[in-house]
């Protein structure tokens, strides 16, 4: 479908020459000799631009962007003229003209400023067509818990406090943090995210407020850190209970002051950045254990939400199932195209603690080993019964040695801590030993974590 634009010029060979030259680029062209007479093309039909010239008898083209502005008309709109002033320019910018254009026409510099519009305008309203579907298409499902945390998400977005998501592994904290942030006045800055379980105790400082060169050993080079690179945002910091302690205090000055400075610097930066953290850990607990600051907690939860577990919104799991095999299907080119009624109600009786991660990836198993259009309940019985039920064995074993025996006890405890709680420093965390400790046995074992 072609764009309209709307011509408003008294010249009648001005308006016939721009009209000839844009249907031959392909736009579709509404004409008007005055503003009133382009209120009432506005009125018939909504153009997708307006090109005016602004020295009219009648409504000249000043007149007609301050009615267009105060009758609600969002219609990106060119201005020109032969014998404008500076100030003429300036106030038409001021009621929202895109660009100003002077006569004689440049056809290919008009051109180029009504691509350049259009363009803007489009991504506009794709933009704004995104921050209405962050209501429902990232957290997915109707229950009365989904439908609350929506309505939190709503109220709390437009705001400037900073959130504490809670919520179990895989029940969609980073999801959460998205969606306040499309719905925030921030949305067209960045959202920068860093998971504090991940950093080496002694990067979280160089990775929160950078660093600058020779701070240390191997920074050849100055670099920013995640709070300057969402200054405008928002910083997503989860897992922010695994903050070392000696960082903490250093964080909560950055929340309070909204200054830093960079490893190795001495030159203070401002920030203005929106913070949304989340944990899956009691943060209440760890403050009354000594290992989480009690400032730092009361600073973050200015607003906390719950994500809740998909055990307690089993109703939307068809819906969710539906969706992640849509997406595997598209993902991978694969045959399965649909659920049997019997499939949705096996998954509906699996707790899955996992939650909507475990459901994703199971869907996505399914999808690419079913044989059928269908995915039965056989099907769903066999991946969920194994992985809910399955007997691991005997652990005495004929012939072995009690080293081999153990190693093959302790191989399997490892990965299946990393299946549950989604990666080895999470599951390091559950089991209570050190990352490192941890990390070694796997590498000795060969284990990764499972999304690598």
């Not at 691991?392 to 093959?408: H, I, K, N, S, W």
Request: with cysteine; glycine share 6%.
């Amino acid at each position: 479908m072609a764009y309209e634009v709307l011509v408003v010029d008294d010249e009648h060979e001005v308006r016939r020459a721009i009209k000839r030259a844009l249907e031959r680029r392909g736009y579709s062209v509404v004409l008007a000799t005055n503003g009133t007479d382009a209120l009432q093309a506005l009125q018939a039909s909504t153009p997708d631009a307006v090109l005016t010239d602004i020295s009219m008898p009648g409504l000249d083209g000043i007149s007609l962007l301050r009615r267009m502005k105060d009758e609600g008309w969002r219609v990106p709109t060119l201005v020109m003229s032969g014998a404008a002033t500076i100030g003429d320019a300036v106030a038409a910018v001021q009621l929202g003209a895109a660009d100003f254009i002077e006569k004689p026409l440049s056809l290919e510099r008009l051109f180029v400023s009504l691509e350049r519009c259009l363009e803007a305008e489009r991504l506009r309203d794709e933009n704004a067509v995104l921050r209405r579907d962050a209501r429902s298409s990232p957290l997915i499902g109707d229950a009365e818990a989904m439908r609350a945390l929506r309505g939190v998400i709503e109220r709390i977005a437009p705001t400037e406090a900073r959130v504490l998501v809670l919520g179990e592994n895989g029940t969609g904290k980073e999801l959460v943090a998205d969606a306040i942030h499309a719905l925030s006045p921030r949305a067209n800055g960045p959202l920068i995210k860093l998971n504090c379980s991940a950093i080496p105790r002694d990067l979280v400082e160089s990775e929160l407020f950078g660093h600058e060169r020779g701070a240390f050993t191997g920074a050849v080079q100055q670099r920013r850190g995640r709070f300057e690179l969402a200054h405008r945002g928002a910083l997503f910091l989860d897992e922010i209970a695994d903050t070392p302690f000696e960082m903490q205090t250093k964080l909560l000055r950055v929340l309070q002051e909204q200054q830093l400075e960079r490893v190795g610097g001495s030159r203070t930066i401002a920030v203005d950045v929106r913070v949304i953290a989340a944990t899956n850990r009691d943060l209440p607990a760890m403050v009354a254990a000594g290992t989480f600051r009690e400032d730092l907690f009361y600073r973050l939860n200015v607003v906390s939400i719950r994500t809740p577990p998909l055990r307690e919104r089993r109703e939307d799991i068809p819906t969710l199932a539906d969706h992640f095999l849509r997406e595997a299907n598209r993902r991978h080119r694969v045959r399965a195209q649909r659920f049997s009624e019997a499939a949705l109600a096996t998954l509906q009786r699996y707790d899955f603690p996992g939650n909507v991660r475990e459901l994703s990836n199971l869907v996505e198993r399914l999808a690419i080993l079913s044989d059928d259009s269908e995915i039965g309940a056989s099907e769903v019985e066999v991946a969920v019964g194994l992985k809910a039920t399955a007997s691991p064995g005997p652990a005495y074993r004929e012939g072995a040695t009690l080293t081999e025996m153990v190693d093959e006890f302790e191989r399997r405890v490892l990965t299946e801590a990393i299946t549950r709680h989604g990666s080895r420093a999470a599951a390091a965390r559950v089991l209570g030993v050190e990352r490192s400790f941890f990390y070694k046995k796997c590498k000795r074992y060969g284990i990764a974590d499972s999304n690598e």
